[in-house]
Nanobody, 123 residues
Framework: QVQLVESGGGLVQAGGSLRLSCAVS????????MGWFRQAPGKEREFVAS????????VYADFVKGRFTISRDNAKNTVSLQMNSLKLEDTAVYYC????????????????WGQGTQVTVSS
């Protein structure tokens, strides 16, 4: 059983930065593609970024390109999301997710999910 636990969320002013982390336990992280998704109140869960098992391949949603960076450390079983130049519209609960195989943009492809961490961007 794979368990994912996110941390690092909080309240930040617009233009600021946060670094989210996802700790993976139960299986070797290197076998899983990982993704970050987010969900704002009243909205569907949406793709933010994903990374393949080795870290070589990454994909970003257009609205975070140039601002967010996904990375992973398989030795430490962690996946991170560095978020810079945060905007009000980045406010959401951020979820870490994992799946075997290729990393994708669809939340329906991911089998394992964390409980989420709240990110609130204020003006």
């Amino acid at each position: 059983q794979v368990q994912l636990v996110e941390s690092g969320g909080g309240l930040v002013q617009a233009g600021g930065s946060l670094r989210l982390s996802c700790a993976v336990s139960g299986r070797t992280l290197s076998t899983y593609a990982m993704g970050w998704f987010r969900q704002a109140p009243g909205k569907e869960r949406e793709f933010v970024a994903s990374i393949n098992w080795s870290g070589i391949s990454t994909v970003y949603a257009d609205f975070v390109k140039g601002r967010f960076t996904i990375s992973r450390d398989n030795a430490k079983n962690t996946v991170s999301l560095q978020m810079n130049s945060l905007k009000l519209e980045d406010t959401a609960v951020y979820y870490c997710a994992g799946r075997l195989g290729l990393h994708t943009m669809s939340p329906y492809d991911y089998d394992y999910w964390g409980q989420g961490t709240q990110v609130t961007v204020s003006s």
